[in-house]
């Protein structure tokens, strides 16, 4: 723990967008036999529209605002390996924008699973197997080796810590800031897991904190008009930014990408908002507030004092829990199944068949296991807007489908 001085006060946006896309779907039956899983055309008409509302107008404005700004203004990103294989087939000048991006050193590449995948609650090597891929990709694609880790859907518990830790190649992974478990405490600084998570002689590693009012009025609330703060301006966050100042350092808000142009809409005024947010923080504070990436955070601060975390959290609804993927009999069933099959996929992908390794690999993806929650379906929340199935049921039907069938090529 150490003292904040008045001298030291400042306010600083830590920006992270999270780039993803998973491959769905297409409706199969107990009556197919063929292993083609994927609704391809679903799939590419979906990225083609969100990438003409979101990732285009998007990634071209933190382009502007990143030059414009001289370096002033920062943003990091976490990009999927499913999202860029799509990015690579369907619209590949938007990957040409990330590259553009990556060319500035204000922009940070952060470490995840190439598969959006749960697979550090299941399989440690699978984990590892994926963090290792997407670390080289981003080298390939963006000449980054992360150092900043950001496990699928801010999922965290002081295991991931530790095995972060002893893997060794991060400084900082981010997670969601809860206040039943920060129990008044701030997410506006940096923390610690406790000493205990750590394996001896492992490398000591920081959290980030997400700031989820601040991040959800941007991500959830920003185009409601019964919210008693709309309409929100950049000048008024600006402000709320400020007050941090004296209760932290950090601003962090995580949100998905898609939040821009997809989520909330262009009539908005989103666009608006994000175009003026970096002249509105500089004003409100000079010399003080501004935009900081999740590497130099860890850098810069000490940790106010430990988040200790025994079981896991994540980012999802109110409950910040995991029960957005595991909160059924239906979604245990499934991914059971799921990772049951590794041994025998790697086994014959060992073998030469690398196409039944990747196509399980795309059901790792946790969009798939999400698709059947049941909490809340019936009241048409955000489970639903984001699932292309008329019910959980039918989701898990389907899945366990084409598992049936992978199951099959995996000769077992």
Sequence with gaps: MYEIHSSALMAEICFYFQV???????RYSVFDSDPFYFD???NE??????????YRPTTRMLLELV?????????AFSITGTVLDQLAQWAPDVLDLFR???KHDCVEFLGETTHHSLAFLFSRDEFDAQVSAHAARMQSLFGRSPTTFRNTELIYLNELA??????GNHSAILCEGVDRLLAGRSPNFVWSPPPRAIPAGARAIKLLLKNHRLSDDIAFRFGNRSWSDWPLDADKFARWVDQINGNGFLCNLFMDYET???????????????RALPDAVFRNNPGKNGFILPREAAARYEPMGEYDIEKPISWADSERDLSAWLGNPLQDNAVQELYALEAPVKERAAAGDQFVLEDWRKLTTSDHIYYMCTKHWADGDVHKYFSPYDSPYDAYINFMNVLDNLRQRAGV
Excluded: Y
């Excluded at 993803?20 to 297409?26: E, N, S, T």
């Excluded at 008409?45 to 979101?54: E, N, T």
């Excluded at 530790?162 to 893997?167: D, E, I, L, Q, V």
């Design 20 to 26: 993803h896309q998973p491959f769905r779907l297409r």
């Design 67 to 75: 030059e414009r700004h001289q370096g002033r203004f920062k943003c």
């Design 40 to 42: 391809n055309q679903a």
């Design 260 to 274: 821009f142009g997809e989520h909330q809409w262009s009539e908005t005024g989103i666009f608006e908002f994000l």
């Design 45 to 54: 008409a979906i990225l083609k529209k969100v990438a003409d509302k979101c």
């Design 162 to 167: 530790g095995h972060m830790a002893w893997r």
């Design 100 to 102: 553009e991006l990556s």
